[in-house]
């Protein structure tokens, strides 16, 4: 494998922990905003609140981390896609800082209307953000971004294939939250395992049937994506169907726990599958990983970065999530004077 | 759909030279908000840790609760700081396309650093705040040194990448216009590295010092005399009285280096005009059509500045070709702005200082507390005047000597509609942080604090 070749893996690798973690982060509030009113939604919301509150910082640097490597490692390219998928680029950052500050308010708002306001800022955002942040993955697999740069700022996001996608990254994301709630339900909220249990299977179907429809699309829209997902791409393809079938199943007979490693096996599959089809293309559909790569010292730099940051952050992530499963990161600095608020019904 | 489609219609537009100034306001605004917030960042789990480690270490409640109340405080700075971060790094894509597609493998390396220290103070800080009370004391403790570490390496990071754009190095330009050759160390280490770094370090810590001890010095003079408030003043603004001083040294070197290596910012910064020996400082004043006008000058004071001598020979405006110069008139004003402020912080930090060495209580006078009132006022214009002075005086230049800004700038047009957008968004935000803050504080003042009532320390489990 070749420097660049071993950076773009990162690349994708960081793509495929984001739209797990990330995912799993916008799903939470996409849950958020369907979880009913101020009283039926409580229990609920406190185990979203429980669930993200300390670790939606870390799951959303992976994006960050994605972008630095990208303009890095593939210069041209991160011109290339910044300057033609500007708008919804742009409509995903002001969704990001919506959602992150929303959440963050939430948190520390007493008043009954201001937690409501702050709550939907929260939700709102979390459903759209995904959606255009698979827009623009649509218009880069779809071949929509031209080498040089400055492609139509429309049509290069709103075409047959980023909507699927958008809508894939939405599905998904509420797929996997919904298993990770499930199981998180189990630990500490008995009552509303249930509920997320069902939403599991239920954003499953919708999850899995989008992403059969978007092969159909993709047929018609992007060819060439689609031949490669049916051709080196498919091993991948084939078992993001057969992992998303077994976490259903699971779903179905209670195994909270494997359900969530299906879950998050089918579409970790989907975007290292993606990358497999475009393969040795990094902007279809003339603009290969090599020819886009930065010069060896810059290539060399971030393999030691990236080995760094394993070696750092890995440790430190697994902290992290050990502490939070058990259960040693629920309290907070204002945790006393939260739970103190009488929740009103609503009017 | 169609809404929006209608919405982006404009922005379809070519790129004018109002959408150059409205892409260098939009890049203005958001990183003078950011950079607030990157301040707390930095400075504030560190001042925290300082309150905890005295809280343990002698069993003091108060110090425990500023501790606990501050991380309060850094749940919603970080948080906020952390999206408008983000936008940066899009906006640096979106708004600066030229830069990143020409520069970005040199210029992208400290920023891939970077990534590195901003993850692990994401997970740090979720620790340190989740696990009050179900962390043991140390424990907890513990979980706070990686956010001051990761705070440190991250402005290191990120402030080599602005020095870069000041002393850009590390990279060999290939006949195809692209770079050829990185060398990364170069260019993290560059020329402008070792003084831009400790002068926004030491900013961070004066930034956040300052203004928390302003808060508490406003408490104290509304009456709240206890030591729970007197230590909430005294911790901050001592951190931030040691920088001072500290601080105005490492600008003094820096502005030697910059009469070395950028002559042109030194030219715009001091409203040199002719270049000789024996030119005057001038205090205020401003240029009009090529005259130094309405200034008080000092004569032979810039020379002797920029090289111990009266007779060092300082290069003028007059030797920058004209399509070269910055907007002196803006960097000069910044400038004196930002020194006015630091020589009135420092005065504060001695008179504290003066009082102390005199046995007296500083907090028991009404006038150093109002003084002190302000101190968080004055460090944040000082910083953000010391942002333009750095950014304006690179003008035209966003890559020094190599790149124009105006060659940088995306060709997408209708940035004026982005800009009014962007600006609407920052100033909700920025209002609803203010608010969720003070919320906060009434919350805190409301609840009476005796010795009897502390369910606050750390408690192992």
Excluded at chain 1, 175 to 204: C, E, H, K
Excluded at chain 1, 281 to 287: E, K, T, V
Excluded at chain 2, 5 to 22: E, G, R, W
Excluded at chain 2, 359 to 374: C, H, V
Aim: one cysteine or more.
């Amino acid at each position: 494998m070749t420097p660049a070749e071993s950076v773009a893996v990162v690349l994708w690798l960081g793509t495929m922990i984001y739209a797990v973690f990330g995912g799993a982060d916008f799903g939470a509030g996409l849950w958020d905003l369907l979880t009913g009113n101020d009283r039926r939604g409580k229990a609920q919301r406190e185990l979203i609140d429980r669930a993200v509150g300390p670790v939606w910082e870390a799951n959303h640097t992976w994006l960050i981390f994605d972008l630095v490597i990208l303009w890095s490692a593939f210069p041209g390219a991160f011109a290339a896609i910044t300057s033609t998928l500007y708008l919804p680029l742009a409509l995903a950052a002001v969704g990001i800082v919506l959602r992150g500050s929303g959440f963050a308010f939430r948190k520390l708002s007493l008043r009954l209307t201001g937690r409501r306001a702050f709550g939907l800022t929260f939700a709102v955002s979390s459903v759209v953000t995904p959606f255009f942040l698979g827009t623009v993955l649509g218009g880069i697999a779809s071949g929509r971004v031209p080498q040089a740069g400055g492609g139509d700022p429309i049509v290069s996001w709103l075409n047959p294939t980023s909507i699927v996608i958008g809508l894939l990254a939405v599905a998904a994301g509420a797929y996997i939250a919904a298993a990770f709630l499930t199981a998180d339900a189990r630990r500490s909220a008995p009552t509303v395992v249930d509920a997320f249990r069902q939403r599991t299977f239920g954003a499953g179907v919708v999850a899995g049937g989008i992403a059969i429809a978007g092969l159909l699309v993709l047929r018609v829209d992007a060819p060439r994506l689609f031949e490669g997902l049916t051709g080196p791409g498919l091993p991948f393809v084939a078992g993001s169907v057969v992992a998303g079938s077994v976490s259903l199943a699971l779903c179905v007979v209670s195994d909270a726990r494997w359900t969530r490693a299906f879950a998050v096996t089918a579409v970790a599959m989907i975007v290292l599958g993606w990358g497999v089809a475009q393969y040795p293309l990094l902007l279809p559909p003339d603009l290969t990983i090599a020819a886009a790569a930065a010069p060896d010292g810059t290539l060399q730099a971030l393999t030691v970065i990236t080995v760094a940051a394993v070696a750092v952050i890995g440790p430190s992530l697994a902290l992290l999530f050990w502490l939070q499963q058990h259960r040693r990161l629920e309290s907070h600095p204002e945790g006393q004077a939260l739970s103190r608020e009488p929740r009103r019904p609503p009017p | 759909m169609a809404h929006l489609l209608a919405l982006s219609m404009p922005l379809l537009a070519a790129a004018t030279p109002a959408d150059l100034v409205a892409a260098r306001s939009q890049m203005a605004l958001t990183l003078g908000f950011h950079i607030v917030l990157a301040c707390l960042g930095v400075a504030l789990p560190a001042i925290m840790l300082i309150a905890e480690a005295r809280g343990l270490r002698r069993g003091d409640q108060d110090a425990l609760l500023l501790a606990r109340r501050w991380s309060s405080v850094v749940a919603v700075t970080f948080a906020v700081g952390a999206v408008s971060g983000t936008v940066l790094s899009f906006e640096l894509g979106i708004l600066w396309p030229g830069l990143m597609g020409q520069y970005g493998a040199a210029f992208g390396i400290p920023f891939a650093v970077e990534g590195i220290f901003f993850f692990v103070e994401a997970i740090f800080v979720a620790i340190y705040i989740y696990g009050w009370d179900r962390l043991s004391p140390l424990a907890h403790f513990l979980s706070g040194i990686p956010i001051a570490i990761a705070g440190l390496g991250g402005t290191v990071s990120v402030v080599a990448a602005n020095a870069w754009m000041n002393q850009p190095a590390g990279f060999t330009m290939g006949a195809d216009g692209r770079i050829s050759e990185v060398r990364p160390l170069e260019v993290i280490f560059n020329g402008a590295t070792w003084y831009e770094v400790p002068h926004m370090l030491l900013a961070a810590y004066m930034v956040t010092g300052f203004l928390l001890a302003s808060v508490y010095a406003i408490g104290m003079l509304r009456g709240r005399r206890d030591a729970y408030t007197r230590l909430g003043f005294t911790i901050p603004f001592v951190v931030a009285a040691i920088a001072a001083p500290i601080q105005i040294a490492v600008g003094d070197v820096a502005a030697r280096e910059i009469v070395k290596h950028q002559p042109a910012k030194f030219a715009a910064m001091e409203l040199v005009t002719e270049t000789g020996p024996q030119r005057p400082i001038v205090l205020g004043g401003i240029l009009v059509d090529g005259e130094v006008r309405y200034g008080l000058e000092i004569p032979g004071l810039v020379s002797f500045l920029a090289g111990f001598d009266v007779n060092t020979v300082v290069i003028g405006l007059d030797q920058v070709p004209l399509d070269e110069q910055p907007p002196a008139n803006v960097v000069h004003l910044a400038w004196d702005a930002m020194l006015a402020c630091g020589f009135a912080l420092l005065g504060l930090a001695a008179w504290f200082g003066l009082l102390r060495l005199r046995r007296r209580d500083p907090t028991e006078s009404t006038w150093f507390l109002r003084g002190a009132s302000i101190a968080g006022l004055l460090a944040i214009v000082a910083m953000e005047a010391g942002w333009i002075v750095t950014e304006v005086r690179r003008q035209p230049w966003i890559v020094w000597g190599r790149l124009r800004t105006a060659d940088a700038v995306t060709a997408a047009g209708g940035i004026g509609i982005s800009l009014a957008a962007v600006a609407i968004l920052y100033l909700a935000l920025g209002i609803a942080t203010i608010v969720v803050l003070r919320a906060l504080s009434r919350r805190w003042n409301d609840e009476t604090i005796s010795a009897g009532d502390l369910p606050y320390g750390p408690t192992g489990k």
